[in-house]
């Protein structure tokens, strides 16, 4: 039996040169931010998620000049275990498989628990918490043999305290943080490690458009939307950045000795 020689030395940023970083659901907000940080860290970063082909097409080019990263994307649909496993064997064929894995692909639908559509909730656990455990489980073997890997879940606060109305959503990231918990144990000593970052409010198109929608709503300011209505369970008040989200992510796979850990970067919220 190989026995792989783990390697703890801690990884500056540079020094993530070579690896393979796949994020999901990064042709926009989080995801996006993530894999640009990973890019600018020299790894080779493979985009994920929807889009028109066009515009995916131009992200990754733009993504690829700017940082001097090599950029690929892999069109796989993160609700479909069929979809993941063609990717992941894809990644497997192509370079040996996934170094840095980032689970980030993500969705919501907000509704009373009475009237939350069944099929919502089936794809809001499919994408938010299984789509997790399939690139997880296809990913560990290459990570193993290398005795190098760093998972990421992008869970979100609502992976440690819940809120009205995101049952599924908030059922898929306590799950989520679960899965971390598991995967450290599993991986401790295999030169691995799984950790989850838990945002608060992240300010990207999605928020941008849910400030307008609610100020027409309510006929409130913007400002007062933003303080009393999106931030109202938020601390510091303010919005964290994608950037901020690349960072952290460039910072766990730097940390050799951080695994099985929920990190809030929310502002306080779950300080509470
Ligand atoms: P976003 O809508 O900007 O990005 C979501 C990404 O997931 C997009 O690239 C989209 O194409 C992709 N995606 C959706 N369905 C997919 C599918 N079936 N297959 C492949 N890709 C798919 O959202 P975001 O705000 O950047 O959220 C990213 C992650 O961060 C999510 O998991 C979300 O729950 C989490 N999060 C966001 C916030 C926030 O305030 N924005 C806070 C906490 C946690």
Not at 57 to 69: F, H, I, K, N, Q
């Amino acid at each position: 039996m190989n026995i792989p020689v783990i390697d703890t030395r801690p990884t500056a940023a540079a020094r993530l040169d070579g690896k393979v970083a796949l994020v999901t659901g990064s042709t926009s907000g989080i995801g996006l931010g993530i894999a640009r940080a990973f890019a600018e860290a020299g790894a080779r970063v493979v985009l994920n998620g929807l889009g028109d082909p066009g515009e995916v097409e131009r992200l990754r080019a733009d993504l690829a000049a700017s940082t001097g990263a090599t950029v690929h994307y892999a069109p796989a649909d993160m609700s479909r275990p069929d979809s993941i496993a063609a990717m992941m064997q894809d990644l497997l064929d192509r370079a040996g498989g996934v170094d840095i894995l980032v689970n980030n692909a993500g969705v919501q639908h907000v509704a009373p628990l009475d009237r939350f559509p069944p099929e919502k909730w089936d794809q809001i656990l499919a994408i938010n918490l299984s789509s997790a455990f399939h690139t997880t489980r296809l990913a560990l073997p290459a990570m193993r043999a290398r005795g190098w890997g760093r998972i990421i879940n992008v869970a979100s606060a609502h992976g440690l305290v819940a809120s009205p109305f995101k049952s599924a959503y908030v059922a898929a990231k306590h799950g989520i943080v679960g899965l971390t918990k598991v995967t450290a144990l599993e991986t401790a000593e295999d030169g691995i490690t799984c950790n989850a970052i838990c945002p608060g409010y992240v300010y990207t198109p999605l928020v941008e458009a849910q400030i307008e929608g609610q100020a027409r709503a309510h006929g409130l300011p913007r400002e007062r939307v933003v303080r009393d209505v999106l931030l109202a369970q938020q601390p510091n008040k303010r919005f964290a950045t994608v950037e901020e989200m690349g960072a952290i992510a460039v910072f766990l796979a730097g940390a050799p000795s951080i695994t099985g850990v929920a990190l809030p970067a929310d502002g306080g919220w779950t300080a509470h």
